[in-house]
């Protein structure tokens, strides 16, 4: 079958892969100039299969007014001031619930698991370099309520597969010395030997010439306008490159999704920042989530990627003032894990495609003959490549 895509970021490249692998020819559609210049670019690089877990928790519900009110700098809202914004919002209070949280939870720790088998799978056929490593998780938690709670979950997920397990600060200290140069005092951790990392910027670079070479047609600098349809049944896509003739299209467009086509679970922006710096004095082996300040630091390669924040409905960010931001908590919680005086520093930001429930949608739109494969959230990475074996299996 002859297959469109729009969107070059990894989930559009991975979804390519196994389409190419099923023997479909597949022309992918970008607005960009290259692949991977969206949220892709410069993410965290965790990829987190055992972590996976749903924004939408019970604890966040009570928060909700003190984040409103920009109380809370890891996520900012601002009030929603359209019908579709506050639908999303309502929605994403709903999944808050103890039992709606759990759903989302599992459902994601079977995608996050499916994933990591898959990329073995991948790397062992291609043979692509992306600074990728098996580094293991930790994630901390100061307030000892936070982490009995996150404990509550890892029996029904260690059932699934999940090596997740609940540890001291001081066994936590024994995996990764860098945590003692730390400057907050942590309750306990959550554990994970699977958990891996990689640069997904260079995973799209060397996975896009694999496409190039295996029939793939990209089409950088094309702006979808509009797809075009007759009784319910596409029949084109409309850009602003010309016209392209195609009855199979797949919407991985990021934040961009509902621009093009309405997802059955809607679609919003939550931005989110990172800074890539030299490693520090004190050297980090092992992958840490500040919990608290929902702060990550990633080794990728000799770099540090601090990754964090998420601003919802802010149709104006000060993108230099929450990266300076975010390089204020990284420097006062971790002084020694990176060179923050370094005149090599890199600083991105980003939109990154959130449903109500944090489970992207992957399968068909309403269109007969358009697939979506969007709302990854913060898991992008993680999930592209369980996402892209979904969607191939409709084709």
């Not at 999940?162 to 990764?176: G, M």
């Not at 908590?329 to 090599?344: C, R």
Request: glycine share 8%; charged share 25%.
């Amino acid at each position: 079958m002859d297959i469109h895509i729009i969107g070059a970021g990894v989930i559009g490249l991975t979804t390519a892969y196994y389409l190419c692998e099923k023997g479909h020819k597949v022309t992918i559609i970008e607005q960009e100039s290259n692949v991977a210049l969206g949220a892709s670019f410069a993410n965290g690089g965790q990829l987190s299969y055992c972590f996976s877990d749903p924004l939408g928790k019970p604890g966040l519900l009570p928060k909700l007014p003190g984040i409103a009110l920009n109380r809370d700098l890891a996520i900012r809202f601002n009030i929603p001031s359209s019908y579709e914004s506050l639908r999303w919002l309502m929605r994403f209070a709903a999944n808050c619930t103890e039992k709606n949280h759990g759903k989302n939870q599992l459902q994601l720790a079977k995608l996050s698991l499916s994933s990591m088998s898959l990329l073995a799978k991948m790397r062992d056929h291609l043979n692509l370099t992306f600074d990728h490593q098996k580094s293991s998780k930790l994630a901390l938690f100061e307030k000892k309520k936070d982490f009995i709670n996150e404990m509550k979950s890892l029996s029904l997920k260690q059932s699934l597969g999940n090596d997740n397990k609940a540890i001291s600060i001081q066994e936590a200290e024994s995996l990764e010395p860098a945590i003692s140069n730390l400057t907050k005092q942590y309750a306990g951790a959550i554990y994970s030997e699977s958990d891996e990392v990689g640069d997904t910027l260079l995973f799209c670079k060397e996975l896009k010439d694999w496409l190039i070479k295996n029939g793939t047609d990209f089409h950088f600098e094309t702006q979808v306008i509009e797809l075009m349809k007759k009784n319910s049944k596409c029949y084109g896509i409309n850009t602003n490159k010309g016209f392209f003739e195609t009855e199979n299209v797949i919407v991985c467009a990021g934040s961009l999704t509902e621009k093009i086509v309405q997802s059955p679970s809607p679609i919003t922006s939550a931005r989110g920042y990172s800074l890539t710096l030299p490693k520090g004095s004190v050297d980090l082996d092992v992958s840490l989530t500040l919990s608290d300040q929902r702060v990550l630091f990633t080794k990728l390669g000799e770099k540090i990627r601090v990754t964090g924040f998420a601003d919802l409905f802010c149709k104006e960010v000060d993108d230099d003032k929450r990266i300076q931001e975010l390089m204020n908590i990284a420097q006062d919680v971790a002084p020694e894990l990176a060179d923050y005086d370094s005149s090599k520093i890199d600083s991105w930001s980003g939109d990154r495609p959130l449903t109500p429930s944090s489970i992207p949608c992957i399968g068909p739109s309403k269109i007969e003959g358009v697939f979506i494969n969007s709302g990854h959230g913060f898991y992008g990475w993680t999930l592209s490549f369980a996402s892209g074996k979904i969607i191939s299996n409709y084709f």
